[in-house]
């Protein structure tokens, strides 16, 4: 069954550092998103990607941040300079319009 | 904007049915989504409402009632695998060709033996 991967499954980074965080949505997806789930707390949205653009971005995502589709295959967020509030797990999505598909997520610890 | 309301605990007995309550409000409304949680892994889908009425799958069932900003997810038949957490997502209609999901905070269910 198709599925959405992510890597590193877990990074762990200095304060200022900056990190890339990578996904490979379900190949015939058009919509794409990033979430973050800071523990204990709930799924908050970041930003959603279509047609090779940000189509929504949520109050969190800031200049810190921003995504790309470097190639067919890859869909990354970028996040400058990280701050320990950061600290997080980064989830993402694909979907074709219906339900989103979830990646296993990417555990960001900024020390 | 969107506020989503959902219990944040609760518990019941393996082999019993558990409702879980969502209300919310929104400017638009596109769709109603839940999604299961267990620790440390990623939300898998469950079911998905756009119209009023009951949708069933399996064991489990949704509920939604666009007038009151209502549903529930009701799970039958409760297995201890089923201790997670239930996000009940809301889609805004508003929202920018993105179908993006607006994530309530999660009930946390336990079922006991």
């Known amino acids: 069954e198709p599925e959405v991967t992510q890597t590193p499954s877990h990074q762990v980074t200095q304060m200022g550092q900056e990190v890339i965080l990578r996904c490979v949505p379900i190949?015939?997806?058009?919509?794409f998103y990033w979430y973050r789930q800071i523990l204990g707390q709930k799924v908050e949205f970041l930003v959603s990607f279509y047609n090779n653009e940000i189509s929504e971005k949520s109050e969190i995502f800031d200049d810190q941040f921003s995504v790309e589709r470097p190639d067919g295959s890859n869909f990354t967020l970028k996040i400058r300079s990280t701050k320990l509030e950061d600290s997080a797990m980064y989830f993402c999505?694909?979907?074709?319009?219906?339900?989103?598909?979830f990646g296993e997520g990417s555990r960001l610890t900024v020390l | 904007g969107q506020n989503i309301d959902q219990p944040t605990e609760m518990t019941a007995t393996e082999g019993a049915i558990v409702q879980i309550n969502c209300t919310y409000q929104t400017s638009g409304f596109n769709g109603l989504f839940w999604y299961q949680q267990h620790a440390g892994e990623a939300p898998t889908f469950l079911s998905y409402?756009?119209?009023?009425g009951l949708e069933e799958k399996g064991r489990f069932s949704s509920f939604l009632s666009r007038s009151k900003g209502y549903s529930y997810l009701l799970l039958k038949e409760l297995q201890m695998k089923d201790s997670a957490s239930y996000l009940c997502?809301?889609?805004?209609?508003?929202?920018?060709?993105?179908?993006?999901?607006?994530f309530g905070k999660g009930t946390s269910l336990l079922v006991t033996p």
């Open positions: 997502a809301v889609r805004d209609s508003s929202s920018n060709s993105g179908y993006a999901l607006n």
């Open positions: 409402n756009v119209l009023d």
């Open positions: 999505a694909s979907s074709e319009a219906g339900e989103l598909f």
């Open positions: 190949s015939n997806h058009l919509y």
